[in-house]
C-alpha cells in the first residue's frame, strides 16, 4: 500500500493543471476577494476582518479542490481504463485502495491551505497567535477527509465521460453554498438557513471558531461527523458494488 500512496503522490505531483489549481488559485482567490478590503473592513456579524474571514474560505476551498477535484475524476477513469480491476488481483484490499487515494489527496492538500495562510500574512497583514496558525492548519486539512471521502464516492458512481459535470457542480455547488466564496450573510436568510447544514459552511466554519479563540458549535461538528460517515459510507458501498460487478 505505500508503493500505491507514493505512486499517487508522483502522479498527483507532475500534474501542473491540477497543482495550479489545487494550490495557487484559492491564493489568487483570496487576493482578488479580499484584495480591495482595508485591513480593518469586518464582515457583518463575525467580528472578523475580511482579509482574517476570507483566508479560513480560501484556505478550505484550497483542501476542497485539491481532494475533492483529484480523486473524482481519476478514479472514474482508472475504472474504465481497467487500472482498478488490475488493482484488484494483487493483495491490496480494497480499504487499501481507497486509503492510498485519500493519503494522497489529503498530501496535497496541505500546501494549498499554507500557501493562503503566506499570502494572507505577508500581503493582507493577517496576524493570529501561533496556536492559533498551528490549529487552522490541523482543523482544515483534517476537515479535509470529508470531502475526500466524497470524491471517492463519486469517482465510484459516475463514469469517465460524467464524472466531471457531476463534480463540478457539486464543487462549485458546495463552495458557493457554503459560503466559501462570499459570506452567508449576505444570502437571503431562507438560503442561509440552508447553508447552515452544508458540510462547507461547518468546514470554514471551524476555522472562524479558531480564529475568534472560542469552541466551534457543535451543530458544525455534527455535521462534518455525519457527512463524513454518510461519504465514506457511500464510497464503501459503491466500491463494494463495483468489485461484484468486475
Known amino acids: 500500500m505505500n508503493s500505491l500512496i507514493k505512486l499517487e503522490l508522483v502522479r498527483a505531483l507532475r500534474n501542473r493543471k491540477f497543482l495550479f489549481f489545487s494550490v495557487l488559485y484559492p491564493s489568487v482567490l483570496f487576493l482578488i476577494i479580499a484584495g480591495s478590503s482595508g485591513t480593518t473592513d469586518k464582515v457583518d456579524g463575525t467580528g472578523l476582518t475580511v482579509a482574517t474571514y476570507m483566508m479560513v474560505s480560501m484556505a478550505s476551498f484550497g483542501a476542497l479542490t485539491a481532494v475533492l477535484m483529484g480523486n473524482s475524476e481519476r478514479i472514474a477513469k482508472e475504472r474504465e481504463g481497467g487500472w482498478v480491476r488490475q488493482l484488484r488481483l494483487t493483495t491490496l484490499p480494497g480499504r487499501g485502495y481507497v486509503l492510498a487515494k485519500t493519503a494522497?489527496?489529503?498530501?496535497?492538500?496541505?500546501?494549498?491551505?499554507?500557501?493562503?495562510?503566506?499570502?494572507?500574512?505577508?500581503?493582507?497583514?493577517?496576524?493570529?497567535?501561533?496556536?492559533?496558525?498551528?490549529a487552522l492548519t490541523g482543523a482544515i486539512w483534517a476537515g479535509s477527509l470529508v470531502f475526500a471521502a466524497l470524491g471517492v464516492a463519486i469517482g465510484y458512481l459516475a463514469t469517465g465521460d460524467a464524472v466531471r459535470p457531476i463534480t463540478m457542480i457539486t464543487y462549485f455547488g458546495l463552495s458557493m453554498l457554503g459560503g466559501l466564496w462570499m459570506p452567508t450573510t449576505t444570502f437571503p436568510q431562507w438560503l442561509q438557513d440552508i447553508a447552515k447544514w452544508l458540510p462547507t459552511h461547518a468546514y470554514a466554519a471551524l476555522g472562524q471558531?479558531?480564529?475568534?479563540?472560542?469552541?466551534?458549535?457543535?451543530?458544525?461538528?455534527?455535521?462534518?461527523?455525519?457527512?463524513?460517515?454518510?461519504?465514506?459510507?457511500?464510497?464503501?458501498?459503491?466500491?463494494?458494488?463495483?468489485?461484484?460487478k468486475a
Open 104 to 134: 494522497s489527496a489529503a498530501v496535497v492538500s496541505l500546501p494549498s491551505i499554507v500557501v493562503v495562510f503566506v499570502v494572507a500574512a505577508t500581503v493582507k497583514d493577517v496576524r493570529l497567535d501561533a496556536w492559533q496558525w498551528l
Open 209 to 244: 471558531a479558531i480564529e475568534q479563540s472560542r469552541a466551534p458549535h457543535a451543530q458544525d461538528i455534527a455535521v462534518l461527523a455525519v457527512s463524513f460517515a454518510l461519504f465514506a459510507g457511500g464510497a464503501a458501498w459503491l466500491y463494494r458494488k463495483d468489485t461484484l
